[in-house]
């Protein structure tokens, strides 16, 4: 079985409505470890030995946050900055990443019709995860495509669920490494992979 890190990224947890629901449903699965970065850095004094220690004792890692400003919230980017480092994880001596998965799952307050070239916010998501698509690349990671829930202004408490369930069937598929079973590559949201994977009975 794979294993999967994810590192979660919040900085107001009690005034969430999507991510602390779907905590529930990332917690406490077979092969799944996950790390709350502000509940362990709440200075943002992140130690580094213990991150990449975790890195190196997991597959796939996972970023899940809600998208602030178009980007991560700040820990993410201090994180990236401090345990990314030269020769450990890119570089000419820098191997420790290479062929481990890297996985965005995000929420952002804008409709899908808001990601548009006509739309509020002008570009579609996947292109504001363009830097961590390239940091995978150069730290010789396989970038999967990310798995985005929408509109959580509007959204019910069905539709929370709704992706809390669909988030451990992805997550069931990556630690049972049936990833190859799909034709992930050409999908541009891990979303467009999930009646692909209901329909295999995932889980
Ligand atoms: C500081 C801040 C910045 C935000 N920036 C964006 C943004 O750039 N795009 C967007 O779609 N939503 C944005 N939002 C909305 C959040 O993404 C949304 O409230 C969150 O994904 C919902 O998850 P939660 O209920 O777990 O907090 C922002 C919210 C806050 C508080």
């Known amino acids: 079985m794979a294993r999967v890190l994810i590192q979660f990224a919040h900085p107001a947890l009690s005034k969430s409505n999507v991510h602390r629901v779907l905590m529930d449903y990332c917690r406490n699965l077979k092969n799944v470890t996950f790390n709350d970065l502000y509940e362990s850095y709440p200075d943002m004094f992140i130690d580094v030995d213990r991150e990449q220690r975790l890195l ?44 481990k998965k890297l996985l965005c799952v995000i929420s952002c307050g804008g409709g899908s019709d808001a ?47 709704q992706f809390g369930e669909d988030y451990q069937t992805i997550l069931s598929t990556l630690t049972h490494d049936k990833l190859n079973m799909l034709n992930y590559q050409d999908a541009t949201y891990f979303n467009e992979l999930l009646p692909a994977l209901h329909t295999a009975g995932a889980r």
């Open 56 to 99: 190196l004792q997991h597959d796939i890692i996972v970023f899940q946050y809600p998208l602030y400003w178009y980007s991560s919230p700040a820990i993410v980017k201090q994180w990236l900055d401090l345990v990314l480092e030269h020769n450990w994880a890119y570089g000419a001596r820098g191997k420790a990443l290479v062929g």
């Open 115 to 161: 990601y548009t070239d006509m739309g509020r916010n002008h570009y579609p998501v996947h292109q504001f995860l363009h830097p961590f698509e390239q940091t995978a690349r150069t730290c010789n990671m396989e970038y999967l495509p990310p798995f985005v829930m929408y509109g959580t202004y509007r959204t019910t408490k069905d539709d929370i669920v």
